[in-house]
């Protein structure tokens, strides 16, 4: 069943699958827990909010689309939009984006290469966002990490949308023209 | 003809790699990204980025137990769902058994408490839901485990509104109707214990108002 790639998992999860259901639990419980948890920062909510997430993607799976990203970035974009509905009803998010990229990789199910890929990654992406200056860095990860809107960006930044809007976008431009060139490269 | 100009969409797909347009942008953009593969090969380079950015969002250990209560909240929602299901069916099941005298039956509604037709071994089959121009609209997955389903979603280029989902297999003169999914905000998904005989092809359509095809699904045999 490891060996099962995302896209299927899913698949199955969608259809009722036990075994497919009981995989991709024990496949992203990490990962959906870990980003409710720096989100709302509360280990309950945190639990609330994870399960949910798992259960969400239960019921719609058939409505991934791999054309708009990977099944994670799909699990981790409904986590998120239920982490912040839960913080907005609770309290104001007290995020440091820095703090975010600063947390150590857990290790999880994952196998010794898989690791080292990923940390690899992730090198490559904190060494990227290191050449941007504060402002973008800060507006990119507040963004694409934490799945605040533009809007809630320029609110928590205190600048006008369209400062917000332009930070994100040149942020984005730099990170491909980094990392996407640089693999290309290799 | 290409939808929209490839400045239009260059401007906006860092955001929408980032979830961050809304619906009427997003389907402006994916028009366009459809018909231009320069586009979808920048849309894959940002999709990439949004990808890692999401990786390195923080992982940590849930509380113990977690897991089991997330299958256990499946399994008591599942149970609700079948309990949904066996009245529709029972309802879908009357109009079949009428319709049947004046027709010949298509596909067999299986009540979702008892085993169907196919072999007792799960089994998956999916297939992209395409409508006018080619496009891809959705996707379609049929399981002949027990209790036998299908789930049918959409999430891009239809109009809102109500749509039949109508069944006809090869050896079938007549599309049978199985459900109604609704269409809103641009997406919508719909799931029902329905057999799909596994040794034909099937194709699975959705209707309009006027039972005018405006997608389908053709699932080929096992």
Known sequence: MWSVSDEALLAGL???????????????????????????????????VAQEALLRAWRHGAAYDPRRGSVVTWLLTITRNLAIDSIRVRRPATIDPGDVLALPLETGERGPSEIAELAHELERLRGALGVLPPEQQRAVVLAGVLGLSAREVAEREGVPLGTAKTRIRTAMLRLRALLVTEERAE | MIAGTCEMARERIPELALGLLDGAERAEVLLHVHGCARCQTVLDDFNGVADLLALSAPEAEPPPGFDRRVLSAMRSARRVDRQRFRRRALAIGAVAA???????????????????????????????????????????????????????????????????????????????????????????????????????????????????PVCEARLAPA
């Open chain 1, 14 to 48: 969608a259809t009722g699958d036990r075994a497919a259901a009981a995989a991709f639990v024990a496949r992203f419980q990490r990962r959906v827990f870990g980003l409710a948890r720096v989100i709302t920062g509360d280990e309950r909510a945190a639990e609330d």
């Open chain 2, 98 to 212: 009428a319709a049947a005298i004046l027709s010949v039956a298509v596909v067999r509604i299986v009540d979702a408490g008892r085993a169907g037709d196919e072999a007792s071994s799960p089994m998956l089959r999916t297939a992209p839901m395409i409508g006018g121009g080619g496009l891809t609209v959705g996707r379609v997955v049929a399981s002949s485990s027990t209790p036998a389903s299908v789930v049918v979603t959409v999430d891009y280029a239809l109009p809102d509104g109500e749509y039949g989902l109508r069944v006809q297999t090869a050896t079938g003169s007549v599309a049978r109707g199985v459900g109604t999914i609704t269409v809103s905000g641009g997406g919508g998904t719909w799931k029902g214990a329905v057999a799909i005989p596994s040794t034909v092809p099937t194709v699975l359509m959705m209707v309009d108002a006027s039972g005018n």
